[in-house]
T-cell receptor, first 114, second 113 residues
Framework: DAGVTQSPTHLIKTRGQHVTLRCSPISGHKSVSWYQQVLGQGPQFIFQYYEKEERGRGNFPDRFSARQFPNYSSELNVNALLLGDSALYLC?????????????FGPGTRLTVT | AQSVTQLGSHVSVSEGTPVLLRCNYSSSYSPSLFWYVQHPNKGLQLLLKYTSAATLVKGINGFEAEFKKSETSFHLTKPSAHMSDAAEYFCVVPGVGTYKYIFGTGTRLKVLA
């Protein structure tokens, strides 16, 4: 079975631009979470979506938004990019929305903002 | 609030010697706890998880961890390090009443030949 997939793998953007990152969960998984991992740190929770609705949000500005589609895939959007948004963005899927459900992580999208 | 603290951002061991990566948690109750591994340019992989069953948890690749409530610890161990164990290791606790994972700051394991 395919794992969590993310696209693109790498991305270079300029300050002020907008970016869209995509994630496809494991088949049968209804929950998708997004994390930001800045170099040298542990991942930080951004969003969780379950059944197309936002179920949790981390301490990130409104420039960050996401959505989940009927097929449970998800997009993370970041507007007005800042240099500090440079990070590895990880998507994780799980069967259900509870935090005790194991989350399966994708390989991530490496975003570089110049 | 839930939190985890990983002691030692970098650990070096020689191949064939034991591995010990430290994690202490803060929680008002007995939480679930996880260890994840991240190899360079790869996603996070679950090594093992504690969910209030047996306190000694065995994971993949010969790793194990022991939940000690009295010490609020969940240290990761392996009897004999292999070169392929070189990676970043994260201790994780699920947030209470939320759906997020709370990650420690990570420990980078280096295995010397």
């Amino acid at each position: 079975d395919a794992g969590v997939t993310q696209s693109p793998t790498h991305l270079i953007k300029t300050r002020g631009q907008h970016v869209t990152l995509r994630c496809s969960p494991i088949s049968g998984h209804k929950s998708v979470s997004w994390y930001q991992q800045v170099l040298g740190q542990g991942p930080q929770f951004i969003f969780q979506y379950y059944e197309k609705e936002e179920r949790g949000r981390g301490n990130f500005p409104d420039r960050f938004s996401a959505r989940q589609f009927p097929n449970y895939s998800s997009e993370l959007n970041v507007n007005a990019l800042l240099l500090g948004d440079s990070a590895l963005y990880l998507c994780a899927s799980s069967l259900d929305r509870g935090s005790s459900y194991e989350q399966y992580f994708g390989p991530g999208t490496r975003l570089t903002v110049t | 609030a839930q939190s985890v603290t990983q002691l030692g951002s970098h650990v070096s061991v020689s191949e064939g010697t034991p591995v010990l990566l430290r994690c202490n948690y803060s929680s008002s109750y007995s939480p679930s706890l996880f260890w994840y591994v991240q190899h360079p340019n790869k996603g996070l992989q679950l090594l093992l998880k504690y969910t209030s069953a047996a306190t000694l948890v065995k994971g993949i690749n010969g790793f194990e961890a022991e939940f000690k409530k009295s010490e609020t610890s969940f240290h990761l161990t392996k009897p004999s390090a292999h070169m392929s164990d070189a990676a970043e290791y994260f201790c994780v606790v699920p947030g209470v009443g939320t759906y997020k994972y709370i990650f420690g700051t990570g420990t980078r394991l280096k295995v010397l030949a």
